[in-house]
C-alpha cells in the first residue's frame, strides 16, 4: 500500500513539475520589438550631450501609440584612468521624452514628460573610432503617442572628482521614418535659454519588451497538477488514520 501512495505521489509530482516547466516554455510573450531606430554612422561625428556642458535632442515621430521599456545609443566617453572607464563600469544617464514647442518653432520643449535617470556600461560599438555602445532598461515605461512631433534627449552625468568627463553622441546614419526633420537635431548650452538647431542627426534605438503572460491553458494546466497533489495528500492522510 505505502509502495503504490509512494509512487502515485511520484507521478502526480512529475505531472506538476512539467506543468510548469510548459508554463515556463509556452509563456505568451511578443519578441523584443524595435519600435524606432536610426542605427550609428560611428563615423567620428558626434554632439556633446551631458551635465556639463548642456544638451542634445533628437527628433522623430511615430505612426502608432507606443510603450517603450528598453533605449539603445552609441557615443564616446573619456576614459578617465580612477574616474570613468567606460569598458569596465557604469555610467549615468538621463535619458527623457519632449513634446515640440511649438510657441519658438520646431524646437523641443525643455520641461521634459518623462525622465528617468539610467546606469549603462558601454561595449565596444567600433573598434576604428572607440565608440561605446549603450544599453538601459526603463525603470517606469513610457507611452509615446503617434503622429506627434517627438524629441528625446541621453545626457552623459559629469562624474567630477575634478575631472571633465564629456559625453559624445554619435550620429546616425540615416533618420527614421516619418522624422519631422532631416539631418536635424537640437543643442541646448548651460548658459542658453533655449535650444538651437544643429546639422546632425543622433543614433537611438527605442524598443518595447512586453513582461511575459501566461497562456490560459497553461494556467489550467498547472492548476491541475496542484488539486491533483492536494488530493493525493488528503488520501494518504485518510490512508493513515
Given at each position: 500500500?505505502?509502495?503504490?501512495?509512494?509512487?502515485?505521489r511520484?507521478?502526480?509530482?512529475?505531472?506538476?513539475?512539467?506543468?510548469?516547466?510548459?508554463?515556463?516554455?509556452?509563456?505568451?510573450?511578443?519578441?523584443?520589438?524595435?519600435?524606432?531606430?536610426q542605427?550609428p554612422?560611428?563615423?567620428?561625428?558626434?554632439?556633446?550631450?551631458?551635465?556639463?556642458?548642456?544638451?542634445?535632442f533628437?527628433?522623430?515621430?511615430?505612426?502608432?501609440?507606443?510603450?517603450?521599456?528598453?533605449?539603445?545609443?552609441?557615443?564616446?566617453?573619456?576614459?578617465?584612468?580612477?574616474?570613468?572607464e567606460?569598458?569596465?563600469g557604469?555610467m549615468?544617464?538621463?535619458?527623457s521624452?519632449h513634446?515640440?514647442?511649438?510657441?519658438?518653432?520646431?524646437?523641443?520643449?525643455?520641461?521634459?514628460?518623462?525622465?528617468?535617470?539610467?546606469s549603462?556600461?558601454?561595449e565596444?560599438?567600433?573598434?576604428?573610432?572607440?565608440?561605446?555602445?549603450?544599453?538601459?532598461h526603463?525603470d517606469?515605461?513610457?507611452?509615446?503617442?503617434?503622429?506627434?512631433?517627438?524629441?528625446?534627449?541621453?545626457?552623459?552625468?559629469?562624474l567630477?572628482?575634478?575631472s571633465?568627463?564629456?559625453?559624445?553622441?554619435?550620429?546616425?546614419?540615416?533618420d527614421?521614418?516619418n522624422?519631422?526633420?532631416?539631418?536635424?537635431?537640437?543643442?541646448?548650452?548651460?548658459?542658453?535659454?533655449?535650444?538651437s538647431?544643429?546639422?546632425?542627426?543622433?543614433?537611438?534605438?527605442?524598443?518595447?519588451?512586453?513582461?511575459?503572460?501566461?497562456?490560459?491553458?497553461?494556467?489550467?494546466?498547472?492548476?491541475?497538477?496542484?488539486?491533483?497533489?492536494?488530493?493525493?495528500?488528503?488520501?494518504?492522510?485518510?490512508a493513515?488514520?
Amino acid at each position: 500500500m505505502n509502495t503504490l501512495l509512494g509512487r502515485n505521489r511520484r507521478i502526480l509530482a512529475s505531472m506538476a513539475v512539467s506543468a510548469a516547466a510548459t508554463l515556463y516554455m509556452s509563456t505568451s510573450q511578443a519578441d523584443a520589438a524595435i519600435i524606432l531606430q536610426q542605427p550609428p554612422a560611428l563615423d567620428g561625428a558626434s554632439a556633446t550631450s551631458d551635465t556639463s556642458f548642456g544638451r542634445a535632442f533628437e527628433d522623430f515621430r511615430l505612426t502608432a501609440p507606443a510603450t517603450i521599456t528598453d533605449v539603445q545609443w552609441w557615443g564616446w566617453v573619456a576614459n578617465v584612468p580612477g574616474v570613468y572607464e567606460p569598458l569596465s563600469g557604469p555610467m549615468a544617464f538621463t535619458i527623457s521624452f519632449h513634446l515640440d514647442d511649438p510657441s519658438i518653432g520646431f524646437f523641443p520643449n525643455t520641461t521634459a514628460f518623462s525622465e528617468q535617470v539610467v546606469s549603462a556600461t558601454g561595449e565596444i560599438g567600433s573598434p576604428t573610432w572607440y565608440a561605446a555602445h549603450f544599453t538601459a532598461h526603463l525603470d517606469t515605461p513610457v507611452e509615446l503617442p503617434a503622429g506627434v512631433d517627438l524629441w528625446i534627449s541621453i545626457v552623459g552625468h559629469d562624474l567630477g572628482a575634478g575631472s571633465y568627463v564629456a559625453f559624445r553622441w554619435a550620429q546616425a546614419t540615416e533618420d527614421a521614418p516619418n522624422t519631422p526633420s532631416a539631418n536635424l537635431a537640437a543643442i541646448q548650452r548651460n548658459d542658453s535659454p533655449q535650444p538651437s538647431l544643429a546639422a546632425i542627426r543622433l543614433s537611438f534605438v527605442l524598443e518595447s519588451n512586453p513582461v511575459p503572460v501566461p497562456e490560459p491553458g497553461t494556467l489550467g494546466l498547472l492548476g491541475f497538477g496542484i488539486a491533483m497533489i492536494g488530493l493525493q495528500r488528503r488520501r494518504i492522510r485518510r490512508a493513515r488514520r
